[in-house]
């Protein structure tokens, strides 16, 4: 079975800075997806940014960035440039591509952009 | 406009009571599933449909009952044997398994 680990409950960023959020997954599979979804104060989960296993380039979405490191098993998320609107908690998600899968999330990070 | 509408946004019941949690989407998608979220967790899933009329359980499907007759929606209902119903519920749906998905804005269901 799959595992996502977040090992930050909470974390802390000043406006306009640079902050990482890790996230570990534990598979056999090979072929897979990794996810990084935000939910804000209104509870709404919104797709930050998705990695595909078999592509070696790291995604990036604007100001959203990942390290994906697939012998390691990490997918950790880079957000710069920080705003006040990416308070949230941010939520890493993994799924294999077989026919019948579905995710598995992590328990999450709360992220609190201050002033 | 294309999304996925859960209705209501709040919703309460007294214990014994079964209660039908909506979830439609237009986004033309195959898939579809329901989570549960508890404060500090992430989420659970309760069922998942891949298709009209078939549909599986997830890691907590007892006391909750699904229906897909159409593409378009996928009604969760909790019944009076789920010991824990208060949480908020999300619904999502993606175009195949193994995809992204897509959330509505969830349902807030607390039973007393």
């Known amino acids: 079975a799959q595992t996502v680990t977040q090992s930050q409950p909470e974390m802390s960023v000043q406006e306009a800075e640079t902050v990482t959020l890790s996230c570990t997954y534990d598979t056999s599979e090979n072929n897979y997806y990794l996810f990084w979804y935000k939910q804000p104060p209104s509870r709404q989960m919104i797709l930050v940014i998705r990695?595909?296993?078999?592509?070696?380039q790291n995604a990036t979405e604007n100001r959203f960035s990942v390290n994906f490191q697939k012998a390691a098993k990490s997918f950790s998320l880079k957000i710069s440039d920080s705003q006040l609107g990416d308070t949230a908690m941010y939520f890493c998600a993994f799924t294999y591509t077989g026919t019948a899968s579905k995710l598995t999330f992590g328990t999450g990070t709360r992220l609190q952009v201050t002033l | 406009d294309g999304g996925i509408t859960q209705s209501p946004k709040y919703l309460f019941r007294k214990e014994g009571q079964n209660v039908t949690l909506s979830c439609e989407q237009n986004l033309n998608h195959d898939a579809m599933y329901w989570y549960r979220q508890d404060p500090g967790q992430g989420l659970r899933l309760i069922y998942y449909?891949?298709?009209?009329?078939?549909?599986q359980k997830g890691d907590i499907a007892e006391g909750y009952s699904v229906s897909r007759e159409k593409k378009e929606s996928f009604p969760l209902t909790v019944t009076s044997a789920q010991k824990n119903p208060t949480a908020f519920y999300l619904c999502?749906?993606?175009?195949?398994?193994?995809?992204?998905?897509?959330f509505g804005p969830g349902t807030r269901l607390t039973v007393t």
């Open positions: 449909s891949q298709i009209v009329n078939d549909f």
């Open positions: 999502a749906s993606s175009i195949g398994t193994s995809r992204e998905q897509y």
């Open positions: 990695q595909e296993a078999y592509k070696q």
